[in-house]
T-cell receptor, first 112, second 114 residues
Framework: QKEVEQDPGPLSVPEGAIVSLNCTYS??????FMWYRQYSRKGPELLMY????GNKEDGRFTAQVDKSSKYISLFIRDSQPSDSATYLC????????????FGGGTRVLVKP | NAGVTQTPKFQVLKTGQSMTLQCAQD?????MYWYRQDPGMGLRLIYY???????DKGEVPNGYNVSRLNKREFSLRLESAAPSQTSVYFC?????????????FGPGTRLLVL
C-alpha cells in the first residue's frame, strides 16, 4: 500500500464548477501538507502549503487538512479551463527528515 | 531570476551508455533534490543534498550518482543506463532542508533508454 493515495482521475467538470480533490495518507508523522499543480510537460509548481490541521484559503483555492482522519483536500472555486492540469498532493514530517512524499496526482479537465 | 534550470530537455540513450543531467538554481537555496516521475507512481526522490558538500540517498537511488558541485549546481549521473531508467527527471531546490516544504521545481528532463 502506498503511503499517500490519490485518485488518478481524470476528473472532468464544466467551467465555473467547484473542483474537489483529496488525498489520504497512512503516516501519522506527516505535518506539512502541500498541493502542487503540474501542467503537461512542465515541472510542478507549489499552489498551497498547510502546516498541521485546519483550513487555508488563497483566492479561488482552499486547502483543508484533517489529521485525525489522515485526509487532505483541495477545492477550486469558479474553475477555469486554465485550471486543467494534474494536481499533486505532497507531505512531509518536517524536521524529522524533510523529504516530500507525493501522491500519484489527479488529472483535472475543466471544459468551457 | 531563472529559478531552477535543467539540461538537457530531452535525451535518448542506448542501454549501457552514460550521461549526466545538469541542474542549477539561482535562488541561493541550500537544499537540492532529484526526483523521477513515472506514470501512476508520482514523484519519487532519488537523491538529495541538504547543503553544499553533502548528499543522501532517497527512495530510489540504485543506478544513480550525484554531485553537489557548489551551492548552485547539483548533477545526476547515470553510469550505465537501463530501460527501467526511462522517465522524466525533475530537479528541485528549497531554502532549507528543515523547512524544505517549499520546493521549487525545474522544467524536467525527458530520458528515453532504448
Amino acid at each position: 500500500q502506498k503511503e499517500v493515495e490519490q485518485d488518478p482521475g481524470p476528473l472532468s467538470v464544466p467551467e465555473g464548477a467547484i473542483v474537489s480533490l483529496n488525498c489520504t495518507y497512512s503516516n501519522s508523522a506527516f505535518q506539512y501538507f502541500m498541493w502542487y499543480r503540474q501542467y503537461s510537460r512542465k515541472g510542478p509548481e507549489l499552489l498551497m502549503y498547510t502546516y498541521s490541521s485546519g483550513n487555508k484559503e488563497d483566492g479561488r483555492f482552499t486547502a483543508q487538512v484533517d489529521k485525525s482522519s489522515k485526509y487532505i483536500s483541495l477545492f477550486i472555486r469558479d474553475s477555469q479551463p486554465s485550471d486543467s492540469a494534474t494536481y499533486l498532493c505532497a507531505m512531509s514530517a518536517g524536521a524529522a527528515g524533510n523529504k516530500l512524499t507525493f501522491g500519484g496526482g489527479t488529472r483535472v479537465l475543466v471544459k468551457p | 531570476n531563472a529559478g531552477v534550470t535543467q539540461t538537457p530537455k530531452f535525451q535518448v540513450l542506448k542501454t549501457g551508455q552514460s550521461m549526466t543531467l545538469q541542474c542549477a538554481q539561482d535562488m541561493n537555496h541550500n537544499s537540492m533534490y532529484w526526483y523521477r516521475q513515472d506514470p501512476g507512481m508520482g514523484l519519487r526522490l532519488i537523491y538529495y543534498s541538504a547543503s553544499e558538500g553533502t548528499t543522501d540517498k532517497g527512495e530510489v537511488p540504485n543506478g544513480y550518482n550525484v554531485s553537489r558541485l557548489n551551492k548552485r549546481e547539483f548533477s545526476l549521473r547515470l553510469e550505465s543506463a537501463a530501460p527501467s531508467q526511462t522517465s522524466v527527471y525533475f530537479c528541485a531546490s528549497s531554502y532549507d532542508r528543515v523547512r524544505g516544504e517549499t520546493q521549487y521545481f525545474g522544467p524536467g528532463t525527458r530520458l528515453l533508454v532504448l
